[in-house]
């Protein structure tokens, strides 16, 4: 698999690496994409190589209808390609910036989440940084868990929980706050944030506080759950946002085997067909736009990227991302690119 067998429709998105664009299969015409194109020299001047090369090794494990699959990787001199599934939908924050959702679309997104963390921590990993931005609409409505740059392993022994402060520091949960350890449970708590913002269109937190305010806020434990404008929440709804939002992280809904059985058979969950919803098979009941963009912006498309057969150009992409030559690199950065040259192999899911 390379560049070659893909042409470029357009640019739909910029990542903290480079640029997503959406593309077409050259010999299967009706397949259609999202190229994700990673500097390698950004990564290396940002220090995330690793977690490339992670992203990558967890997103050929994920095989999931709820999860933005990857579908190819390949690598060339300059940039790393992960080929991915196309979301035309937008994402949720789009969505939820843009209008009040009733309780029954909520609930479905919700259950849709739910069923992508459940398989994703079944699989053996930890997302780390759920919320709306990370979660893409299908032109049909239906909701996809994606951006696993910071997802780990879920630790299995108490000795080897995670540490790190990683993620959106406004989604950490108490216990990545305390510095004491934190396992897969941080997720259910990012479900409940995502949660809350869905019904009240803001997070439990003031916006301008600094990350020791913030941390001292979360460690307090009290959320409010105020009344929202010209219409109620339902007291079901408010409970469930509080199952996930438990300060301990053993008593959140989704912990464990109790944890998930609280969860299913929670009342404002009590509709939901789990079995219809995991194998997307539920019409859900909000469809994006299909007449305008679901997106904040409008990216042009640069005549330097495309060939006039469509197809992109490795000398467009390498406009891009002006790299040093290997003779111009530090010991470091020679031994980093040898480490993607290595590690980034290449997928094809066929």
């Given at each position: 698999?390379?560049?070659?067998?893909?042409?470029?429709?357009?640019?739909?998105?910029?990542?903290?690496?480079?640029k997503v664009r959406m593309v077409r299969h050259v010999e299967r015409r009706d397949e259609c994409y999202a190229m994700k194109c990673i500097s390698k020299e950004h990564c290396i001047k940002l220090n995330a190589v690793?977690?490339?090369?992670?992203?990558?090794?967890?997103?050929?494990?994920?095989?999931?209808?709820?999860?933005?699959?990857?579908?190819?990787?390949?690598?060339?001199?300059?940039?790393?390609?992960?080929?991915?599934?196309l979301m035309l939908g937008g994402d949720m924050r789009f969505h939820i910036s843009r209008q009040r959702h009733p309780e029954n679309v909520i609930r479905f997104w919700m259950a849709e989440l739910i069923c992508a963390?459940?398989?994703?921590?079944?699989?053996?990993?930890?997302?780390?940084?759920?919320?709306?931005?990370?979660?893409?609409?299908?032109?049909?409505?239906?909701?996809?868990?994606?951006?696993?740059?910071?997802?780990?392993?879920?630790?299995?022994?108490?000795?080897?929980?995670?540490?790190?402060?990683?993620?959106?520091?406004?989604?950490?949960?108490?216990?990545?706050?305390?510095?004491?350890?934190?396992?897969?449970?941080?997720?259910?708590?990012?479900?409940?944030?995502?949660?809350?913002?869905?019904?009240?269109?803001?997070?439990?937190?003031?916006?301008?506080?600094?990350?020791?305010?913030?941390?001292?806020?979360?460690?307090?434990?009290?959320?409010?759950?105020?009344?929202?404008?010209?219409?109620?929440?339902?007291?079901?709804?408010?409970?469930?946002?509080?199952?996930?939002?438990?300060?301990?992280?053993?008593?959140?809904?989704?912990?464990?085997?109790?944890?998930?059985?609280?969860?299913?058979?929670?009342?404002?969950?009590?509709?939901?067909?789990?079995?219809?919803?995991?194998?997307?098979?539920?019409?859900?009941?909000?469809?994006?736009s299909s007449s305008q963009g679901n997106f904040d912006a409008i990216y042009d498309i640069e005549d330097l990227l495309v060939h006039s057969s469509g197809s992109i150009s490795p000398r467009a992409a390498n406009w891009?991302?002006?790299?040093?030559?290997?003779?111009?690199?530090?010991?470091?950065?020679?031994?980093?690119?040898?480490?993607?040259?290595?590690?980034?192999?290449?997928?094809?899911?066929?």
């Open positions: 698999v390379n560049l070659a067998q893909f042409e470029s429709i357009r640019m739909i998105g910029k990542g903290s690496f480079g690793r977690n490339i090369i992670r992203e990558r090794t967890i997103l050929e494990q994920l095989a999931h209808p709820l999860v933005c699959n990857m579908r190819f990787a390949f690598h060339d001199a300059s940039t790393m390609y992960m080929v991915m599934d963390v459940k398989y994703l921590h079944f699989q053996g990993f930890v997302h780390r940084d759920i919320k709306p931005d990370n979660i893409l609409l299908d032109q049909e409505g239906h909701i996809h868990l994606t951006d696993f740059n910071i997802a780990c392993s879920i630790p299995r022994k108490p000795q080897s929980l995670l540490r790190s402060r990683s993620g959106t520091i406004v989604y950490f949960a108490p216990e990545v706050f305390k510095g004491h350890g934190y396992n897969e449970d941080v997720d259910w708590w990012s479900v409940g944030i995502t949660f809350y913002e869905c019904i009240y269109g803001k997070r439990p937190w003031p916006g301008n506080e600094t990350a020791e305010e913030l941390a001292q806020t979360v460690l307090r434990g009290t959320i409010c759950y105020p009344s929202t404008e010209g219409r109620s929440v339902s007291p079901s709804c408010v409970s469930a946002i509080q199952g996930f939002l438990e300060y301990e992280p053993n008593n959140r809904l989704g912990h464990g085997t109790s944890g998930w059985n609280r969860l299913v058979q929670h009342p404002f969950f009590h509709s939901v067909n789990w079995n219809a919803i995991d194998t997307k098979q539920t019409t859900p009941p909000f469809r994006p891009f991302f002006r790299s040093s030559q290997p003779s111009e690199l530090d010991e470091r950065r020679v031994r980093l690119l040898k480490e993607i040259d290595e590690k980034f192999k290449p997928f094809d899911y066929t």
